[in-house]
Antibody, heavy 119, light 110 residues
Framework: QEQLVESGGGVVQPGRSLRLSCVAS????????MHWVRQAPGKGLEWVAV????????YYADSVKGRFTISRDNSKNTLYLQMNSLREEDTAVYYC????????????WGQGTLVTVSS | QSVLTQPPSASGTPGQRITISCSGS????????INWYLQLPGAAPKLLIY???QRPSGVPDRFSGSKSGTSASLAISGLQSEDEADYYC???????????FGGGTKLTVL
């Protein structure tokens, strides 16, 4: 059964960094584009970033551009999100999700990992 | 403010048919396909409709999607109590070069 499991969340002070990971099981990550989507407490979904199956194309939401970096290691079936210069407004549950291609629907989602940015 | 506009809430009684709207612009809904996601309380989102009107395997045919111009709709017929959830529309935006979501609609089954 296809499954995505995120990890790496936690409490971090403003201005610090954090790296999230998303490991796939039951399917090969290398054939899918991968997304990060976040949800602030009590709020709606916000798309964060996407990376193509081979890592050559990356797109970011304006709110994270220049601070966050999406990457992948297909040999480890793992997706990453490096988050630098964190702000309190980055506090959210971060989900990873797979898609056939960058502009296709997000078909499988992980359960999410909570990132809290607070002093 | 979300790029795609949804009503914040909707409600219906069991067995009823309801629709949830999603309004966008020429750079997102009009130019690209729309997808719908369902999020049950405390759970991760799940794909409900893709490609405007396609249902993934396992999604009941009570759920249907449509699109016209810069707007789209999700219809749920034969409403059931387990349909109580948040519903989100999403589309690729050619101007932003990224994905945009609607603000979400909280469906209550009375």
């Amino acid at each position: 059964q296809e499954q995505l499991v995120e990890s790496g969340g936690g409490v971090v002070q403003p201005g610090r960094s954090l790296r999230l990971s998303c490991v796939a099981s039951g399917f090969t990550l290398s054939t899918y584009a991968m997304h990060w989507v976040r949800q602030a407490p009590g709020k709606g979904l916000e798309w964060v970033a996407v990376i193509s199956y081979d890592g050559t194309n990356k797109y970011y939401a304006d709110s994270v551009k220049g601070r966050f970096t999406i990457s992948r290691d297909n040999s480890k079936n793992t997706l990453y999100l490096q988050m630098n210069s964190l702000r309190e407004e980055d506090t959210a549950v971060y989900y990873c999700a797979s898609a056939l291609v960058v502009a296709a629907a997000f078909d499988y989602w992980g359960q999410g990992t909570l990132v809290t940015v607070s002093s | 403010q979300s790029v795609l506009t949804q009503p914040p809430s909707a409600s219906g009684t069991p067995g009823q048919r309801i629709t949830i709207s999603c309004s966008g612009s020429g750079s997102n809904i009009e130019s690209n396909t729309i997808n719908w996601y369902l999020q049950l309380p405390g759970a991760a989102p799940k794909l409900l409709i893709y490609g405007n009107n396609q249902r993934p395997s396992g999604v009941p045919d009570r759920f249907s999607g449509s699109k016209s111009g810069t707007s789209a709709s999700l219809a749920i017929s034969g409403l059931q109590s387990e349909d109580e959830a948040d519903y989100y529309c999403a589309a690729w935006d050619d101007s932003l070069n990224g994905w945009v979501f609607g603000g979400g609609t909280k469906l209550t089954v009375l």
